[in-house]
């Protein structure tokens, strides 16, 4: 008489994962184009507004800060370490497996993209996170946001077809503020939705507990970052997802462990340094180097995807 239950909570579960995927995939396009008029509009880049506007995850945000308040470390340092290693290894190498980037990033961007999963272990080092690691972290996400945003500035090689038809147009500022606000929220809605459908499904089917901290939840929280990555590259802007990937790398590791590490100090287990941190470092290093050629295709998509498969193994041993 129970086993009706179960198959309903997957029903309602799946449900929601395959319509927040569908409102994910079409706040995605109207958040890009509203990325584009704002490019237009600020002489930035789309590669710029990208990292500013797209690489932030609010809900990331807010599971770590949550999560360190009512004393769950491993649920606050897995949206650091575990939400971006998915970054890196699922929604990078996934979205390359569908739709290959061909993107020519300027070096500066490249040492950025390494350097940023270097500095949290400043806070991973000892049995607590410290307030003092904190403000450094916070320091170096506004620098490296700044340089990124001014670096990129009236840059030829982030401009598409698309961006110069915006541009002789003439766009208003309502109709790109809007757009852009209309996409981050749906792309709030729905990434919250394949969320919760995700944590339901997992919930209902018994993941095991061991997972949760570094690996189930980050997964769950940032599901819709293949979207971000894979539907810019398919609408002809590899530079977005770019964007996204080193905006979202710095709010990860810089701005949301640098929140954590101020506002709401976490323990840390020493498993973070040992395996999580130093695996981050990893494939992130190998993602910039895939990058410096100029092209993230399927061969090396399925690399990375194969690199989350090996850390989802690791956690388990």
Known sequence: MGQPVPVLEVAIALGLFVVGAALAVWATERLLDGLVLLAVLTGLSTF??????????????????AAAF???????????????????????????ILYPIQVRLPTG???VLAVSPLLPGLAVFGQQTSRLAGVVLLIAFAVFM????????????MESEEVREAADERPAWPAALGTTALGLVAVGVGGELVATGASRIIATLGIPALLMGMVITPAAIEIEEVIRQAVPTREGHPEVSAGNLIGTMLYFTLFNLGLIALIAPVAV??????LDWPFLVGVTWLA???L???RVGRVEGSLLVLCYVAYVALHVI
């Open 48 to 65: 710029a507004v990208g990292a500013a506007l797209s690489g932030f995850e609010a809900e990331n945000v807010a599971v770590g800060l």
């Open 70 to 96: 009512h004393g769950g470390a491993p649920i606050a340092l897995g949206t650091v370490f575990g939400g971006a290693t998915f970054l890196v290894c699922i929604a990078l190498g996934l979205g390359a």
């Open 292 to 294: 410096a050629r100029g």
């Open 288 to 290: 910039t180097l895939f």
């Open 269 to 274: 287990d020493p498993r973070v340094w040992q």
């Open 109 to 111: 961007f490249l040492v």
């Open 146 to 157: 700044a340089y990124l945003i001014l670096a990129s500035r009236g840059h030829k090689f």
